[in-house]
């Protein structure tokens, strides 16, 4: 009878014992369970082992997955702003060079995440870096475009803070690598060729479909038209969602002049801002 007790009580040791995540570094309890956004970014960290394993066309000569040397900041990311389901997602495509690429973030132009967010820490190195592609983290000095127009917008939008705003909405990026080819040209999801466009596509779609399952959103904004064409393949958006498209604030859209004040009038045409402000 003792053995069997003494055996009873090592089981229930052990399960409250701290367990190792598959994310690096971090510890968590079973006495407390997994937090949000941990199980958010192990979708991410799976997402990430099989993109890894496709064979990547001559033509794109490097790639970068700022979630993995980013790490740092991509993780106080999404502590700080996915703690809990969302009513409202926007998806844009993928890194921009100098805005997630640095910083983690997706749309994430070095002063919003530095000075507005408040998301510090380093920033490593891809594998294989470019030359005319280099990673200076928080210390680049060029702001990505795309980055500066949208999380301006969505700050002013939300009566000046960023955090009102992601009360009910959070920002995600479809795909998680940036593509760059011999040249160090930037080359988005939408331009790759053939079977490996297909297989990014699909490989992002998968996990998607499990991040939109976690957030449980009612609203999922597209930004730009590839985003808004590959969530009619989506199984979640099949649900009854309401699935919107956006222009994309990057300046190599055509026909984008006025960014701001366009995408301010689709945001209270479909009546999104009341979720910006927290006042759904």
């Known amino acids: 009878m003792l053995k069997r007790k003494l055996e009873r009580k090592a089981a229930e040791s052990d399960q409250l014992a701290p367990k190792v995540s598959m994310v690096p570094g971090i510890i968590i309890s079973e006495l407390f369970g997994k937090p949000f956004w941990l199980r958010f970014y192990e979708i991410e960290c799976n997402l990430n082992g099989e993109l890894d394993s496709f064979e990547k066309p001559p033509e794109i000569t490097h790639i970068y997955n700022p979630i993995v040397y980013a790490e740092t900041l991509h993780s106080a990311y999404l502590r700080r702003y996915l703690n809990e389901p969302k009513k409202v997602i926007f998806i844009g495509m993928n890194p921009g060079p100098n805005g997630m690429c640095q910083t983690g973030v997706a749309f994430g132009n070095v002063k919003t995440v530095r000075d507005k967010m408040q998301i510090f820490g380093d920033v490593l190195q891809p594998p294989l870096l470019h030359s005319k592609r280099i990673i200076q983290g928080l210390d680049c000095k060029r702001e990505e475009p795309s980055g500066v127009r949208l ?80 969530l009619k393949k989506s199984t979640y958006c099949k649900k009854g969602v309401s699935v919107l498209r956006m222009a994309h604030p990057s300046p190599r859209s055509r026909n984008n002049n006025c960014w701001p004040e366009k995408a301010q009038a689709f945001l209270q045409e479909n009546d999104i801002i009341k979720f910006m402000r927290n006042q759904a």
């Open 151 to 230: 999380w301006d917008l969505f700050e002013r939008l939300a009566d000046g803070s960023l955090d009102i705003f992601s009360k009910q909405c959070f920002v995600h990026n479809f795909c998680p690598l940036a593509f760059f080819n011999e040249a160090g040209v930037n080359i988005t999801p939408s331009e790759l060729k053939g079977s490996y466009k297909a297989q990014i596509r699909d490989a992002c779609l998968r996990a998607l479909d499990m991040q939109l399952e976690l957030i449980k959103p009612q609203i999922i904004i597209a930004v730009g038209d590839y985003v808004h064409g590959t």
